[in-house]
């Protein structure tokens, strides 16, 4: 190897290892700023004008496994399994899915009465009285 090859070598090895070191650094950064805790969660959703805030703080629980689950849609950003068919729905920070799922109140025209009912009618999950209700109900804020 001539010199000037070794001093290539040198330098890309450097530039190389603080390139990792910068996006280790990002990386991290991103990480802990989408992770939250079960007090953000849901004083969050009491900030927004979702109706009937405890139960919707339990289907976060549910469907996250208290904010802990390793293969869920959490790594998505996505507190509530939102589905599109074929894969989870993406979010870029954990509020914006509490945004979407505001939304989704919205949209399936939630006005009032028994809450666990209207799911059962809208969200459209199988087994959605049978399984999901009876274990939403368990779930211990």
Known sequence: MKPEDKEIDDWFRTFITRLVIVLLLILGTVIYCTSQTKDQVYDYIIASDI??????FKQV???????????????????????????????????????????????????GGDYYEFLIKKWGAPNMSTLYIPRLKRVKI
Request: aromatic residues 18%; glycine residues 8%; neutral net charge.
């Open 51 to 56: 109706k009937h805030p405890q139960i919707v």
């Open 61 to 111: 629980l549910k469907e996250t496994g208290h904010l802990n689950c390793k293969h869920c849609s959490l790594d998505r950003n996505n507190l509530f399994g939102f589905w599109d068919g074929e894969k989870f729905l993406t979010f870029n920070t954990w509020e914006e899915s509490i945004d979407y799922y505001e939304r989704w109140q919205i949209r399936k025209g939630y006005n």
